[in-house]
């Protein structure tokens, strides 16, 4: 049996991978993420590495091995989906799913996620937009770029917000900024850092670069990636129909 608190390392190892120019996850920078101090994380490095998870990467550093990634992947998938199940079917506000997630994930067998993910009509993305992990362990991910990057008159279409704030995701909401929504830059001003765009339906917005890079955007989007609607019908039938 693998402790939450093995599974909390490995994704957390997982994500500041994918971060990192090196490809590897820094004892501080898990120690940031996770809330303990660096002698915690040592000491559990050695207890991963022992167990396979992890090899250790020079200068202390952690990457994770193929058991190591299985194990992420799974976790993610399970928490990605409770997050889908939350907002669609028990009308969760997408801002408040993730620490719910976080807590339900640990104790969702195999069984559980699979009939749940036939439930939900097996979607390919969460209510932020992020990618879930298939049955295999696979991520389609979709190519995307930050949207203060985007020139004026640039359309695009929101992928993804990468940002799990409540503040921020409330923020994004009013203005419309969901996983799917048709939005075009009406002004760019590098020197004031910001970036103002107008979103299908809802009034423009002004946003600083530092906002702006938390919302990714397809500047073409690809057919097979159909927008989310929030509180989506859950029935799985007609919710694959929907996806079709």
């Known amino acids: 049996m693998i402790s939450s608190t093995v599974e909390d390392y490995i994704k957390a ?24 101090t660096n002698g915690t994380v040592t ?15 020079k200068y202390g550093g952690m990457k994770l091995t193929a058991k190591g ?4 992947l799974d976790v993610i998938r399970r928490h990605r989906l ?4 939350l907002v669609d079917v028990l009308k969760f ?3 408040e799913v993730h620490d719910e997630a976080e807590r339900l994930e640990h104790a969702m067998s195999p069984k559980l996620m ?16 992020d990618p879930i992990p298939d049955a295999n ?10 949207l203060h990057t ?3 008159g640039r359309e695009a279409a929101v992928a993804r917000i990468n940002d799990q704030d409540p503040a921020f995701l409330a923020f994004a909401a009013r203005h419309g900024l969901r996983p799917g929504a048709a939005c075009v830059v009406i002004e760019q001003v590098p020197e004031a850092e910001s970036v103002t765009i107008a979103v299908a339906g809802s009034v423009p917005v002004a946003l600083s670069y530092r906002a702006a890079n938390r919302v990714l955007v397809h500047v073409n989007p690809p057919p097979q990636a159909p927008p989310r609607t929030p509180g989506r019908e859950a029935n799985p039938a007609k919710q694959r129909s929907q996806d079709r």
């Open 13 to 36: 190892i997982y994500t500041l991978q994918r971060e990192s120019p090196t490809g590897d996850a820094s004892v501080t920078k898990l120690a940031h993420l996770l809330g303990v």
């Open 43 to 57: 000491a559990m490095g050695h207890k991963l590495k022992d167990a396979g998870f992890i090899r250790a990467e």
């Open 69 to 72: 990634c299985r194990l992420a």
């Open 82 to 85: 409770i997050e889908v199940f």
């Open 93 to 95: 506000d997408w801002s």
């Open 114 to 129: 699979e009939r749940l993910d036939a439930f939900l009509g097996h979607p390919s993305i969460d209510p932020h937009g």
């Open 137 to 146: 362990g696979k991520v389609r991910e979709v190519a995307a770029v930050a």
């Open 150 to 152: 985007l020139a004026k």
